[in-house]
């Protein structure tokens, strides 16, 4: 079992977070959940109707590997998204996103 | 999507046997894709649904056939001599291949094996309306009306309404189909026939829940659509029909968000029960 990949799950299960960083590792879903199958196995966890919570061994564990595994950079958890970069513009120039890149749809209006 | 969730979901897989499917590793990591791009509450929401979702595969179509013709009236089947089966499309799309056309074939071939019907002539398949126009029916002769799915029962109305001009009699008519949600029923019911059916759909949201668990639900759907930009018209699946059923093609009352593809960046992402 991979050591990060146990820290992170181990990490999402006592935050009850979402776990795309391991999807951003590359894991794939049957990965994921056999991961999470192990940690059941591993008596980790205690799965109750409502929520799933670290056992005494799994919090034990993963305070193991938060000392190897936690980012305490900054510039390791806060990755810039190159994809909203633009190009410096000047203080007097107005940026116009390009409405085909928006996220949201723009409403379209009919000249009189 | 949690931990706690992905875990659901897989107990979902699991207790629907979902992994006998040969198409089942398709199915989950679409769902899996899916469930990536929506928040925790939208997740839920979805997992909930799935719960009801039926997923009829192409195996297990002889045994819904088997199951629904073993229902049809015994005395209809006595007196009978001979078939002739004509699939529900609406009078417009009659040359083109749909499911109900396609589902025919394979209901004729079992038909075969059902002891009850062996002094019964079934090799009658009428394909258009104006094959269907030239039919007179005799005392010991029925006309089949099949479909795989009949959802809010729009296109058999269109389908009936063109076959009240031909001279077939209301009780000579036999409407047979694996699936059915419960407003196609009633309205074909309306018109007096007997249906025979395999499995019944209620509307997801509508008919589980009560009061404000509705209103929630069926907000917290549109705003699911929304974000993924599915065609407006099919909002709460065609018709608001918020079907829960994929069949070998995924009926459009399917709420859209298990079949419609949606942009990830530049690139088409198929759904978990894509119907193209």
């Known amino acids: 079992m991979n050591e990060k990949h146990l820290y992170l799950a181990l990490l999402k299960i006592k935050n009850n977070t979402n776990i795309n960083e391991l999807v951003h590792e590359g894991l794939e879903l049957f990965e994921i959940t056999n991961l ?3 940690i059941i196995e591993l008596n980790y966890l205690i799965e109750t109707d409502s929520e799933l919570i670290l056992s005494e061994t799994g919090y034990e564990r993963f305070r193991i590997l ?17 994809r909203n970069i633009i190009k410096k513009i000047r203080k007097n120039d107005i940026f116009v996103p390009n409405s085909k890149e928006l996220t949201f749809r723009l409403k379209k209006r009919i000249r009189k | 999507m949690t931990p706690k969730q992905l ?7 699991t207790k629907k046997e ?13 769902l899996f894709k899916l469930l990536n791009r929506l928040d925790n509450d939208e997740v839920t929401l979805i997992l909930e649904l799935l ?9 297990q179509y002889d045994k819904k056939i088997l199951d629904v013709f073993r229902k049809i009236d015994p005395n209809i089947i006595k007196s009978c001599k001979k078939l002739y089966f004509f699939p529900i499309v609406k009078p417009r799309d009659s ?7 396609s589902i025919i074939y394979p209901i004729v071939g079992i038909l075969n094996y059902i002891e009850e019907f062996d002094h019964v002539k079934t090799r009658n398949i009428i394909s258009n309306f104006q094959e269907l126009k030239k039919i007179t029916l005799k005392e010991d002769e029925y006309l089949i009306l099949v479909d795989d ?4 029962g729009k296109t058999f109305e269109d389908c009936y309404n063109q076959i009240q001009q031909y001279s077939i009699p209301n009780e000579k008519i036999i409407i047979c189909t694996l699936a059915i949600q419960e407003d196609g ?8 026939f007997s249906v025979y059916y395999s499995h019944i759909e209620k509307k997801g949201i509508s008919n589980n829940y009560a009061g404000d668990e509705i209103i929630r639900r069926i907000s917290r759907m549109t705003l699911i659509e929304k974000k993924l930009k599915y065609n407006p018209r099919y909002s709460l699946g065609f018709e608001r029909s918020e079907g829960l059923i994929s069949m070998i093609k995924t009926p459009n009352n399917t709420f859209p968000v298990f079949w419609h593809e949606y942009l990830e960046g530049d690139e088409i992402i198929k759904a978990p029960f894509p119907r193209y």
């Open chain 1, 36 to 38: 999470l199958k192990q």
């Open chain 1, 66 to 82: 938060e000392l190897q595994y936690k980012k305490t950079n900054k510039s390791e958890w806060i990755k810039p998204d190159d």
């Open chain 2, 7 to 13: 875990l659901e979901l897989d107990k979902i897989i």
């Open chain 2, 18 to 30: 979902w992994t006998d499917n040969p198409l089942h590793t398709s199915v989950n990591n679409k």
């Open chain 2, 51 to 59: 719960h009801k979702f039926t997923w009829i595969s192409n195996s």
């Open chain 2, 95 to 101: 040359k083109k291949l749909k499911s109900g056309l």
């Open chain 2, 149 to 152: 799915f009949i959802g809010s």
């Open chain 2, 185 to 192: 029923l009633e309205l074909i019911q309306k018109h007096g």
